[in-house]
């Protein structure tokens, strides 16, 4: 079955909702740039917490049949990068995420409310 990027992001925004991802942050960026149609940032409360929310987004499109096309960064719990293509995961501890402020970099992308369809935030 074919998922569509927006099927995806649902995905995972749900994973990392039910992992406890902390203030999940999900822009619509398919029409400022090619890399990905969604980036997905969260953050987890320490290293095991973001090493779980890594292992959900794996293993939820895993079971998908959607593969990881670049895992990038640093395993224990300081940030991590998962590229399935049209959507891409990072999950950052809470300073990292502050330093990278890649909300700020994204600015021109539309934030999604996946709670939400057809709204954004």
Same mark, same amino acid.
């Given at each position: 079955m /074919?998922? =569509? ?8 925004? &749900?994973?990392?909702?039910? *992992?406890?991802?902390? +203030?999940?942050? $999900?822009? @619509?960026? =398919?029409?400022? =740039?090619? !890399? ?13 917490? $973001? @090493?779980? %929310? #890594? +292992? ?5 499109? @895993?079971? %998908? ?12 719990g &300081? ?6 293509? +049209? $959507? #891409?995961?990072? $999950?950052?501890? *809470? ?6 402020? !890649? /909300? &700020?970099?994204?600015r021109?992308? *539309? %934030? #999604? ?9």
């Open positions: /074919e998922y =569509s990027p927006k099927q995806q992001m649902e995905t995972l925004y &749900r994973i990392l909702s039910e *992992k406890q991802g902390q +203030d999940i942050t $999900v822009i @619509d960026i =398919s029409e400022i =740039s090619t !890399l990905a149609d969604y980036f997905i940032i969260t953050h987890g409360n320490n290293t095991p917490h $973001v @090493d779980s %929310l #890594v +292992d959900a987004a794996e293993e939820a499109m @895993d079971k %998908l049949g959607i593969p990881c096309r670049s895992r990038e960064g640093l395993r224990g &300081r940030w991590v990068l998962l590229d399935y293509g +049209d $959507v #891409v995961v990072n $999950v950052f501890s *809470k300073e990292d995420r502050m330093w990278y402020d !890649l /909300e &700020r970099i994204w021109d992308g *539309k %934030l #999604v409310n996946p709670e939400q369809p057809g709204e954004e935030k």
